[in-house]
């Protein structure tokens, strides 16, 4: 039989049927694994936070992936954060986001402070073995704390150092307070009354006390007395960030993501959540949500975990968590006189 096509009609045919065929399994393939998702910027701009962040202050995604980041801390001499990267090192990033590592024996490190010889304390959460320490310099790594009342502790989270050597650290099972000098034997557990505690720290003054509720409305907030021990806890500023019972996002259904803490020199206190950071006045009032980690608008791709002012004059705001490293220049400068 004699085809009714020329040689170049059926060339042609072929190649219409190629293309076809491979826009429909494109198509296909696009429905078996969803529409592809566009990569997260590399920046993206804050509102403004009067005398806290200008608006249009670039939010810098400086490293990713990153793991398990945790931890965040300013270095004494301006050059940058150290960070638990979990379960091995103590990492440094330094000003031009290079990083290098810091502790090569980091023992699954969760939260960080100095104190005032220069040491760094960590709480430690090798398994079977949790205690908060002293992880550097070499020469003077030793065990601080390893049990409460002779029970070991469960879930080490986040540190504060105070300025006069005290030291405040959480676990699921509270807040715990050490006294400067004291041995392990003499810790005291001065909250215990907290469902899900998390980040901890201490205003400028160091007269009050913030700790994280991960299933709660509120920071809360206490007094600091003479002997460390706390008194008069109050709701001090209610989150924008809530959990949200049955959310198609496993985050905001698990808790309010409040984690890590920092505080600026004038007293304002900045919170991980799950919208990014949140940043309340001294009085604990509302001022605003830094979008940290929030790329796409509600769309939560990786929420922040700890923070930490840093850099030469401390003005600038590091966050870590997610597996990501971001930073955002501001005008609110990270009080001087602690790493944290």
């Known amino acids: 039989m004699v085809s009714k ?8 045919k072929a190649v219409v049927g190629i293309v076809i065929l491979f826009f429909s399994v494109t198509i296909a393939a696009q429905r078996r694994e969803g529409p592809p998702q566009p990569p997260a910027p590399k920046e993206v701009a804050a509102t403004a936070i009067p005398g806290v962040v200008a608006a249009g202050a670039k939010i810098e995604l400086v ?6 980041p945790e931890g965040s801390l300013a270095l004494p001499d301006g050059s940058g954060i150290i960070f638990c990267e979990r379960p091995a090192h103590i990492t440094k990033v330094d000003l031009a986001g290079k990083m290098s590592s810091f502790v090569e024996q980091g023992n699954a490190s969760n939260g960080l402070g100095w104190d005032s010889k220069g040491r760094l304390i960590a709480v430690q959460r090798p398994r079977g073995a949790e205690k908060v320490g002293v992880l550097y310099p070499a020469n003077a790594v030793t065990t601080l704390v390893d049990n409460y009342q002779g029970k070991p502790f469960n879930g080490l989270n986040d540190i504060v150092v105070s300025t006069k050597d ?17 041995p392990g034997s003499q810790v005291k557990k001065v909250i215990e009354d907290i469902q899900n505690p998390n980040g901890v720290q201490l205003s400028p003054d160091e007269k009050t006390l913030y700790a994280n509720d991960k299933d709660g409305e509120y920071l ?63 009085k604990g009032q509302h001022l605003g949500v830094i979008p940290i980690g929030v790329w796409g608008g509600e769309q939560i791709e990786g929420k922040p975990a700890n923070l930490t002012f840093a850099g030469p004059d401390k003005k600038t705001l590091y966050a870590v968590g997610s597996g990501a490293i971001y930073r955002v220049p501001m005008l609110a400068q990270g009080f001087k006189g602690r790493g944290k």
Request: proline share 5%; charged share 25%.
């Open 5 to 12: 096509y020329t040689e170049g009609q059926l060339m042609k």
């Open 63 to 68: 490293a990713f992936p990153v793991p398990s």
């Open 166 to 182: 005290a030291i405040y650290f959480t676990d699921t099972e509270g807040v715990y307070y050490l006294a400067p000098g004291a």
């Open 220 to 282: 809360l907030a206490f007094d600091v007395q003479a002997d460390g021990t706390l008194k008069n806890r109050r709701n001090f500023g209610k989150y924008k960030s809530l959990k949200v019972a049955g959310s198609k996002d496993p985050r905001l259904a698990e808790d309010n993501g409040a984690d890590g803490l920092a505080i600026d020199a004038d007293g304002r206190v900045y919170v991980a959540t799950n919208l990014g950071v949140e940043v309340f006045s001294p």
